[in-house]
DNA sequence: ATATCAGATTAGATATAGTCTAACTACTGG
DNA sequence: CCAGTAGTTAGACTATATCTAATCTGATAT
């Protein structure tokens, strides 16, 4: 579907377009969850070629320097990793420790004034709470 | 000063005021940075009595589960904790990881029906950018 | 087409952050 | 004073992520 247009955004961010990078994207396009690192690993190398533990870290790495995907980092687990693509929102679950979108709409940002000399980048809003799946079983505590 | 107000704070929770524990909070209290949880063992093993690794983990996720101390992950590093006293937003430097506060102002929620099934505990905004001593470096990239 | 070489990949070692275990200690209520 | 519960501890262990050094690849110029 769009293969040309990953390659044309790692072109754009001065990455060569290697399989391995080129099947990690991909699988991070067509994911609805947020995997961790691990699972993406274990996904990219259900296809071919395999990648390497290092490669994966790695591209992840360069891919959030190039602002193609996010990290997000969870308390207590491992982060998980999305594809940039339609703005979001993050709900965590407290009990699961998974990742979801959240319909996107703008906040309001902080007065100057506040910030001081900081440069602001960016601006995300987390959730937290109990996932639809946890829900039910964790209303007793 | 309100050595009162933590040992009160503590028994509402069913927690004993322990010794470590006290100290414990007593610093977060005090500390206006986000300590990670080595600076914290570090700075209680300042005073008397010492804490060990295990106790400072323990005390720390029994507080957070108490609602008394935050947890604040942060990309690639140690989380970073703070007492919950004034409400705050974070911002998290890109270059150095710190975490700074910002002044609170109310977030708005999102629409009860792209929450679906899930239960909404809590919302925190998230900054990120660079801060005032990472600022001046950082504007070449 | 082919040579070139910076950029990419790899396995495995290493580092870092956090948790677990099992023995011990210290409050608390009776 | 005793029993029971909660807390502490050192050190082993696990999970997550990074580093190293050797090797390989693919875009570019020839």
């Known amino acids: 579907m769009d293969a040309a247009a990953i390659k044309r955004s790692f072109e754009d961010s001065g990455l060569r377009?290697?399989?391995?990078?080129?099947?990690?994207m991909a699988f991070l396009m067509e994911c609805h969850r947020h995997p961790t690192a691990a699972e993406i690993l274990e996904a990219v190398n259900r296809l071919d070629p395999r990648s390497s533990r290092a490669t994966t870290y790695n591209n992840l790495r360069d891919l959030v320097q190039a602002g193609l995907v996010r990290?997000?980092?969870v308390e207590g687990r491992a982060a998980r990793f999305d594809a940039k693509g339609v703005?979001?929102?993050?709900f965590i679950c407290d009990h699961c420790g998974n990742?979801?979108?959240?319909?996107w709409y703008d906040v309001p940002r902080p007065r100057s004034r506040s910030l001081g000399k900081r440069v602001l980048?960016?601006?995300?809003?987390i959730f937290r709470g109990?996932?639809?799946?946890?829900?039910?079983?964790?209303?007793?505590?």
Chains 1, 2 share one sequence.
């Open 130 to 141: 109990l996932c639809a799946k946890c829900a039910p079983r964790g209303a007793s505590r």
């Open 17 to 24: 377009c290697t399989p391995q990078r080129y099947a990690l």
């Open 87 to 90: 703005h979001h929102h993050h």
């Open 121 to 125: 980048r960016e601006c995300e809003l």
């Open 99 to 103: 990742v979801e979108d959240l319909e």
């Open 71 to 73: 990290e997000v980092a």
